[in-house]
């Protein structure tokens, strides 16, 4: 067990739909990040927050957000979904940027 | 622009069969590379961290060793149970983030 919590483990949607992905890091870990994992592009970075800001993005869609909450948890929201956002979410925490980080079970998310 | 190559694709070894597996990089300013395994359906679970040429860490029947260029993880006389896939990533100094870059990974299986 990492420590990282992840929320939920699977979930089902159509397309056009919004949905919200949670993460708990590590206690004692300030920094947060979001990876998508699809079968074609493996593990992709989409973006990182540190004790609270934003910090770091990598490809992610307009369509995408995310923001860390003072109790240092994080949720990735995805809307207007369409099929190719079928994916594994993975989130990882770090005690501070730079640091080994340590990942969830991950978020499969079927868009129908 | 940052990369990482890992290869091969797939591997498999019999039992007690010693083998390695490679991952090249171009990255502006190593500041660590990343050795991650991940069994199917569960996050990425950390390994190794290696920061300068030259450098050498070893778990069990495990050995990452370091070149400016590429990565190896050595596996010695591997069991059943070391059947994963093998990430390795990089991370930059550059905008002091800590993304993580991931290669597409090397699957490992290892019959009894």
């Known amino acids: 067990d990492s420590g990282v919590t992840q929320t939920p483990k699977h979930l089902i949607t159509a397309t056009g739909q919004r949905v919200t992905l949670r993460c708990s890091p590590r206690s004692g870990d300030l920094s947060v990040y979001w990876y998508q994992q699809s079968l074609d592009q493996g593990l992709q970075f989409l973006i990182q927050?540190?004790?609270?800001?934003?910090?770091a993005k990598g490809n992610i869609l307009e369509r995408f957000s995310a923001q860390q909450f003072p109790d240092l948890h994080s949720e990735l929201n995805l809307s207007s979904l369409e099929l190719g956002d079928s994916a594994l979410y993975f989130c990882?925490?770090?005690?501070?940027?730079?640091?080994?980080?340590?990942f969830g079970a991950g978020t499969r998310l079927s868009v129908l | 622009e940052d990369q990482v190559t890992q290869s091969p694709e797939a591997l498999r070894l019999q039992e007690g069969e010693s083998s390695s597996l490679n991952c090249s990089y171009t990255v502006s300013g190593l500041r660590g590379l990343f050795w991650y395994r991940q069994d199917p359906g569960k996050g990425p679970e950390f390994l190794f961290t290696?920061?300068?040429a030259g450098e050498e860490k070893e778990k069990e029947r495990l050995k990452a060793t370091l070149t400016k260029k590429e990565s190896f993880l050595h596996i010695t006389a591997p069991k059943p149970e070391d059947s994963a896939t093998y990430l390795c990533a990089v991370q930059s100094y550059s905008g002091n983030t800590g993304k993580l870059i991931f290669g597409q990974g090397t699957t490992l299986q290892v019959k009894p």
């Open positions: 290696l920061y300068s």
């Open positions: 990882a925490s770090s005690v501070v940027p730079g640091d080994i980080q340590y």
């Open positions: 927050y540190y004790n609270g800001e934003e910090r």
